[in-house]
């Protein structure tokens, strides 16, 4: 059984673009969560989707955003990239959004903004 | 609100030799605790959990963790040290409701000396 994949593996950008980071589930997985784990900051909760709605949301100002397919695959989109936008970028997904889950994490994109 | 504290960043053992990892978390009600390790590279990878039960929980890779609601701790421990066990660890609390957001500890980085 594949396992939560993710891409780009590594993502380059400047200043002020935009990043978009996909995710897709285990086959069967309806939630998708987003981590984000920056050096000096450890790991922090971004977003969380079920079914296709945004469940819950970390305190990250709103140029970080994302969406659910419906194929339960995710994206997340970073507006107006900063230079502490740089950091490791995990998706993980669940079952169901059930808190007894245990979530399974991808290998996560790196993303490089100069 | 919850935090989880890790208190020792880098730790050095000797192959053979034992580990206890230290995890200090701080929330209202019973947690679910979990372990996590990621080698470089990689995302994060299940050691075990806590939800509830028997407080001597045990894992993969040989290793176990005894949640300790007195002390609010959850050490994570193994008899054996093996090289391949080099890699950062982390300790993360998970609230009891819908939708299981995680919140993870800075990290201990494990250094595995033959």
């Known amino acids: 059984e594949a396992g939560v994949t993710q891409s780009p593996t590594h993502l380059i950008k400047t200043r002020g673009q935009q990043a978009t980071l996909r995710c897709s589930p285990i086959?069967?997985?309806?939630?998708v969560y987003w981590y984000q784990q920056a050096l000096g900051l450890g790991l922090q909760f971004l977003l969380w989707y079920d079914e296709g709605e945004e469940r819950n949301r970390g305190n990250f100002p709103p140029r970080f955003s994302g969406r659910q397919f419906p194929n339960y695959s995710s994206e997340l989109n970073v507006n107006a990239l900063e230079l502490e936008d740089s950091a490791l970028y995990l998706c993980?997904?669940?079952?169901?959004?059930?808190?007894?889950?245990?979530?399974?994490f991808g290998p996560g994109t790196r993303l490089t903004v100069l | 609100a919850q935090s989880v504290t890790q208190p020792d960043i880098h730790i050095t053992v000797s192959e053979g030799a034992s580990l206890e990892l230290r995890c200090n978390y701080s929330?209202?009600?019973?947690?679910?605790l979990f372990w996590y390790v990621q080698s470089p590279g990689q995302g994060l990878q299940l050691l075990l959990k806590y939800f509830s039960g028997d407080t001597l929980v045990q894992g993969i890779k040989g290793f176990e963790a005894e949640f300790k609601r007195s002390q609010s701790s959850f050490n994570l421990r193994k008899p054996s040290v093996h090289w391949s066990d080099a890699a950062e660890y982390f300790c993360a609390v998970g609230p009891m409701e819908y939708g299981n957001k995680l919140v993870f500890g800075a990290g201990t980085i494990l250094r595995v000396k033959s």
């Open positions: 929330y209202g009600a019973t947690p679910y």
């Open positions: 993980a997904s669940t079952e169901d959004g059930s808190s007894y889950n245990e979530q399974f």
């Open positions: 086959s069967g997985h309806t939630s």
